[in-house]
Structure formats: structure tokens, C-alpha cells
């Protein structure tokens, strides 16, 4: 069976530092286009970052410099490294595979993981 | 601000018609293809709609999808209380070089 399953989430203070994990099985993280999909409480869906299959990484601009995403292929794992944390950065985190036919940008999220909450506050 | 434009909520009764749009621009919508969200209460988002008008495996046949110019909607036919949920579409921005979603719908079942 596809899944994805995070965690990492806590409770930290401005300023501060956190890494999401995203465990992967039924496929291989490194041969998938990976993303990080974040919610804020009771907010809508924010897109924040991508890994390529060749591991070039893209992020939503309010995230540039701040957050980095990586994978480990040995572990099949997926990792969002979230430094500088913001009260907006406040939000259940998702990681999800783009699934495509033709082209990556014409993709889809699927599946999803539960996600796992990232608070910020002091 | 949500770069893609959706109604904060629609309604209707059991087994009647709803539609969802999603309204964006020539930057993304009008050369993307579009993908559309279910989250249930409490759950993580479930891909509806892929492609414009693509049904995953699973998914019911109530559900379909459609796109127009710079424009997609979500059809819900034969409405079921399972279906009361928050509808989200989403797409690829060339201009912003990632991707947007629409700020969501909130789907209730009278």
C-alpha cells in the first residue's frame, strides 16, 4: 500500500528551529516528485515546497531561505527542515507525492500523509 | 488572497446538483492542467480530480470536473451527506513558479 506518514511537529518558539520527517512505503521517494503542503488552523491549503527526482528543490516564496527540503533515498524518507520560524508558520504540515502522466507541473497530489503540527509560539 | 478564486461555501439537499468554481488566469489555469480536493472533518486532503476532468480509481462517478479558459469547476450530482466537506482545486503557476490553490469551499448537504 502507498503511504506517506509524518512527524516531527511541536511546539517551538519564534526564532526557532524544527525538522518535519516524512516516511515513505510502496514506492521510492528519490524515483517521485515530492512536495510539502502546509494548512494553517482553519485556514486553506499553501503549497511550500517541491523536490525533484533529480533533487533540485523549489519553495513558495515566503519560505525561500528559511525552509530547505531533502530526502534520505536509504531510508526512503522525506525531510522539511524549517529554520527562522514565524507565528505564520503556524499550520499542520503534509507531505504528498505528485503523481503525473505527461508533465510534473501538470500533476496531482496523491497520496497524502495525516500531516503533523508545527506551532509557533512563545 | 488566494491566487485561485473559489465561493467560501455552497449548499443543496440530498441529491441535488452542486457546482464549485474555481476562477484564475492566463498564468496558470489557462495553460494548466487543474486537480481538485476533498478534505473530510479532521482528515488530510484526498485528490478528487486530476486533469481537468480525470476520476482516481475509487472516487464516484458523482463527482466530475470541467475546465474553461482560465476557469474550472467541480460538480457534485446526487448529492450525499457524505459529502460534506471542504472542495479545493489547485494547479501550477508558470508566473510564481509553484503551485496554487484555490482558498477552499465548504460544502453543505441541507
Known amino acids: 500500500e502507498v503511504q506517506l506518514v509524518e512527524s516531527g511537529g511541536d511546539l517551538v518558539q519564534p526564532g526557532g528551529s524544527l525538522r518535519l520527517s516524512c516516511a515513505a512505503s510502496?514506492?521510492?521517494?528519490?524515483?517521485?516528485?515530492m512536495s510539502w503542503v502546509r494548512q494553517a488552523p482553519g485556514k486553506g491549503l499553501e503549497w511550500v515546497s517541491i523536490?525533484?527526482?533529480?533533487?533540485?528543490?523549489l519553495y513558495a516564496d515566503s519560505m525561500k531561505g528559511r525552509f530547505t527540503i531533502s530526502r534520505d533515498n536509504s531510508k526512503n524518507m522525506l525531510y522539511l527542515q524549517m529554520n527562522s520560524l514565524r507565528t505564520e508558520d503556524t499550520a499542520v504540515y503534509y507531505c504528498?507525492?505528485?503523481?503525473?502522466?505527461?508533465?510534473?507541473?501538470?500533476?496531482?497530489?496523491?497520496?497524502w500523509g495525516q500531516g503533523t503540527l508545527v506551532t509557533v509560539s512563545s | 488572497q488566494s491566487v485561485l478564486t473559489q465561493p467560501p461555501s455552497a449548499s443543496g439537499t440530498p441529491g441535488q446538483r452542486v457546482t464549485i468554481s474555481c476562477s484564475g488566469s492566463?498564468?496558470?489555469?489557462?495553460?494548466?492542467?487543474v486537480s481538485w480536493y476533498q478534505q473530510l472533518p479532521r482528515a488530510a486532503p484526498k485528490v478528487l480530480i486530476y486533469?481537468?476532468?480525470q476520476r482516481p480509481s475509487g472516487v464516484p462517478d458523482r463527482f466530475s470536473g470541467s475546465k474553461s479558459g482560465t476557469s474550472a469547476s467541480l460538480a457534485i450530482s446526487g448529492l450525499q451527506s457524505e459529502d460534506e466537506a471542504d472542495y479545493y482545486c489547485?494547479?501550477?503557476?508558470?508566473?510564481?513558479?509553484?503551485?496554487?490553490f484555490g482558498g477552499g469551499t465548504k460544502v453543505t448537504v441541507l
Open positions: 504528498a507525492r505528485i503523481a503525473y502522466t505527461n508533465n510534473w507541473y501538470w500533476g496531482w497530489f496523491d497520496p
Open positions: 523536490i525533484y527526482k533529480s533533487g533540485s528543490t
Open positions: 510502496g514506492f521510492t521517494v528519490s524515483s517521485n516528485y
Open positions: 492566463s498564468s496558470n489555469i489557462g495553460i494548466n492542467t
Open positions: 489547485a494547479t501550477w503557476d508558470d508566473s510564481l513558479n509553484g503551485w496554487v
Open positions: 486533469s481537468n476532468n
